[in-house]
């Protein structure tokens, strides 16, 4: 996926993910002018960080670069109190979205498509 590509997935995602945090009563806020981290805040539940990523396979490998600005923002969010989530749209076999604990991508250093997800149309 080049460059221009993954920054097309990342905006698509991004709005389709705020829209879908604030269907859900979520107040949503885009700490820095990118497009891979959203912050919302649920009333009765907690702050969220949530990371973008967009994944052209089954599987979504972190590269080294990656993996530093996940350690980044894990310690932003911890900063803020925020509990920080990955979400990973995959495009194939089937359209979907991963969330998983952001720790726990950091230590595996991907996150698989196979099981769970949900069904995700742009």
């Known amino acids: 996926m080049g460059a221009m590509n993954k920054r097309y997935y990342l905006e698509l995602l ?5 829209d879908f945090l ?5 107040e949503v806020s885009i700490p820095e002018p990118i497009v891979d981290v ?9 702050s969220f960080r949530w990371l973008l990523f ?4 089954q599987v979504k490998r ?4 990656e993996r530093r600005q996940l350690a980044r923002e894990i310690e932003a969010a911890r900063e803020q109190g925020q509990k ?3 979400v990973v749209r995959f495009a ?7 969330i998983k604990p952001a720790e726990k ?8 498509s196979a099981r769970g997800g949900i069904p995700w149309f742009e």
């Open 22 to 26: 604030q269907r859900r009563g979520h």
């Open 14 to 18: 991004q709005q389709a993910w705020i």
């Open 54 to 57: 967009a994944a052209e396979g």
């Open 105 to 112: 991508a950091l230590e595996t250093g991907c996150i698989d």
């Open 84 to 86: 920080p989530f990955v």
């Open 38 to 46: 959203i912050t919302s805040y649920c009333e009765g539940h907690n």
């Open 62 to 65: 972190l590269s080294p670069s």
């Open 92 to 98: 194939v076999p089937k359209s979907k979205i991963i």
